[in-house]
C-alpha cells in the first residue's frame, strides 16, 4: 500500500510521527505524490477541515480517496480524524475498511474565467461590509430577482451548514443533489433563500456596488469580480474517507446549537469579533481594532474568551514570526 501525505497548517512534530506509524505498519508514502501514479491508494491530509477544502480548491481529477486529519482535540466536518487515535485506524485503512463519501463541488466563471472550485460555498460580497450590492440572479438563463443586499451565497449540501445556514439558509442533508442560494440582508424584505438542482447554472450577473466586489471561495480565497459569477456542479466530486458512521449534517447542527447557546452567554464585542473572523479569515489583533472600531483593550478580552471556548485558534503568522494572527477554528 503507498499514500500521499498533503501538509498544510501543521506542526512539524505531527508529520515526523504519522511518517513513524506509516513505517511502523509497513506502509510506503510519499509527500505530495503525484496522484495519476496509479500505485497510490489514498491521500492523508494534515491540517484539518480547511487544510482539505484548500487541497480540493484546486481543479484534481483524481479518484483516489482523501482523509483529513485533525491536529486538534476536535474532529471536523471533513477531517474526522483527531491525530492522537489516528494509529488505531492504520489496519483499517490498510485493508480499505471504510466507506468514500462523494461530496460535491461548485465550479466557478468568474468574468467568463475559469477558477478554483469550492467545497462549501462562493460568497460575492462588497469589499467593504455594510456597502450594499445590486444584482441579477440568472437560473439557467432566466431571470429570478433583480435584488440589492449585502451580499448573495451559492453553497453546496455540505456548506449548508456553515456561512449559508448563519445568513438564514436552509440546512441540506449531503445526499440532495442541490445547491442553496441565499440573499444576505436582501432590501427586500419578501426575500427567500432558495434551492436548485445541482445541475443548474447559477448565474450572478450585473453586479456593482459603489466598491469593487469580490468573490470569496470557502471563506478564504478572495478573487476581485467587475459583472458576472458563474457557479456550476464540478467534475469530479470530492471523495472523502469517513472512518466514523455519525451523520455529518446531523452533527453540523448539533455544533451550531451549541454556539448559538454559548454565542447568548457572550457580549456583544466577542459576537463581532466571531463575526469579522468569519467574513475576514485570518487575521492580526491590529486589523481587528481598525475594522471592528473597538477598543484595543475590548478586542484582548474578546480575543481570550474565544480562544478559552475553542472557537478561535491563534498562530503564528509566516510573513512575520513576531506576529499573532487569529482565525477561526
Not at 436582501?186 to 456596488?209: E, F, G, H, Y
Not at 459569477?229 to 474517507?241: D, G, L, N, Y
Not at 478561535?312 to 482565525?327: C, F, L
Request: hydrophobic content about 35%; overall charge positive.
Amino acid at each position: 500500500m503507498k499514500v500521499s501525505i498533503r501538509c498544510s497548517d501543521y506542526s512539524h512534530t505531527s508529520l515526523k510521527f504519522l511518517k513513524q506509524i506509516l513505517l511502523d505498519f509497513g506502509i510506503d508514502y510519499t509527500i505530495n505524490g503525484n496522484l495519476h501514479n496509479k500505485s497510490i491508494d489514498c491521500v492523508l491530509i494534515l491540517g484539518g477541515d480547511k487544510a482539505v477544502r484548500n487541497y480540493f480548491h484546486n481543479p484534481i481529477d483524481s479518484n483516489v480517496p482523501v482523509l483529513g486529519i485533525n491536529e486538534s482535540e476536535e474532529s471536523g466536518f471533513l477531517s474526522q480524524i483527531e491525530f492522537k487515535e489516528f494509529i488505531s485506524y492504520v489496519d483499517r485503512i490498510k485493508q480499505n475498511d471504510y466507506d468514500v463519501e462523494e461530496i460535491p463541488r461548485i465550479g466557478i466563471k468568474i468574468d467568463g474565467l475559469n477558477y478554483q472550485s469550492a467545497l462549501n460555498d462562493i460568497a460575492v460580497f462588497p469589499s467593504k461590509s455594510a456597502v450594499l450590492m445590486e444584482h441579477i440572479l440568472r437560473i439557467n438563463n432566466e431571470e429570478v430577482w433583480h435584488d440589492s443586499s449585502d451580499g448573495i451565497i451559492v453553497s453546496t449540501p455540505l456548506g449548508s451548514s456553515a456561512y449559508s445556514m448563519s445568513a438564514g439558509g436552509p440546512i441540506i442533508f449531503h445526499e440532495a443533489p442541490v445547491f442553496g442560494i441565499v440573499s444576505v440582508n436582501s432590501l427586500n424584505i419578501t426575500r427567500r433563500p432558495l434551492i436548485v438542482s445541482d445541475s443548474s447554472s447559477v448565474l450572478i450577473d450585473d453586479i456593482s456596488a459603489r466598491l469593487h466586489c469580490e468573490v470569496v471561495l470557502d471563506g478564504t480565497v478572495r478573487y476581485k469580480v467587475k459583472k458576472t459569477v458563474e457557479c456550476t456542479k464540478f467534475i469530479p466530486s470530492a471523495r472523502i474517507i469517513r472512518m466514523k458512521k455519525n451523520s455529518t449534517t446531523i452533527t453540523a447542527l448539533e455544533k451550531k446549537v451549541h454556539l448559538a447557546k454559548d454565542l447568548l452567554k457572550m457580549p456583544p464585542s466577542s459576537k463581532l469579533l466571531l463575526k469579522t473572523l468569519e467574513y475576514e479569515g485570518t487575521i492580526t489583533q491590529k486589523e481587528l481594532v481598525r475594522k471592528t472600531l473597538l477598543p484595543s483593550r475590548t478586542i484582548r478580552l474578546a480575543l481570550r474568551q474565544l480562544l478559552e471556548k475553542g472557537y478561535i485558534k491563534k498562530k503564528i503568522s509566516d510573513r512575520d514570526s513576531r506576529q499573532k494572527i487569529y482565525e477561526i477554528s
